[in-house]
C-alpha cells in the first residue's frame, strides 16, 4: 500500500489550503483515513479522520476550520484547512487504517505572515 500527498505551502495567517492524499495498492474497502501533524519538538497528534462510510472525527484544535473528505475516486480523502494560525505549522502525514496501518511521506505546511 502506497500513499501520495500533495499541497503543500506556505500560507498567511487566516489562508487556505488544501491537502489531498490517494491511496494505492491492495486496500479493504472498510478502511480509516485520515490526517495527522507533527510540528517541530512536538509528537504526532491526530488532525482529522473519516471512515469508509463518512463518519468523521476531528481534533478540538482544528474543529469548525478544517473539513476532511473522501474524493468520488475510492481511497481518496482531502482535508480542507481554512482560518489557519500560525501554530497549525507542522509537517502533514496522510494515513489509512484496516488490518493495518500505513502512512504517507508528510507534507509541509507553513503558515506565517
Known amino acids: 500500500v502506497q500513499l501520495q500527498a500533495s499541497g503543500t505551502g506556505l500560507v498567511q495567517p487566516g489562508g487556505s489550503l488544501r491537502l489531498s492524499c490517494a491511496a494505492s495498492g491492495n486496500i479493504f474497502s472498510i478502511n480509516v483515513m485520515g490526517w495527522y501533524r507533527q510540528a517541530p519538538g512536538k509528537q504526532r497528534e491526530l488532525v482529522a479522520v473519516?471512515?469508509?462510510?463518512?463518519?468523521?472525527n476531528y481534533a478540538d484544535s482544528v474543529k469548525g476550520r478544517f473539513t476532511i473528505s473522501r474524493g468520488n475516486a475510492k481511497n481518496t480523502v482531502y482535508l480542507q484547512m481554512s482560518s489557519l494560525k500560525p501554530e497549525d505549522t507542522a509537517v502533514y502525514y496522510c494515513n489509512i487504517k484496516f488490518i493495518r496501518e500505513y502512512w504517507g511521506q508528510g507534507t509541509l505546511v507553513t503558515v506565517s505572515s
Open positions: 473519516i471512515t469508509s462510510g463518512g463518519s468523521t
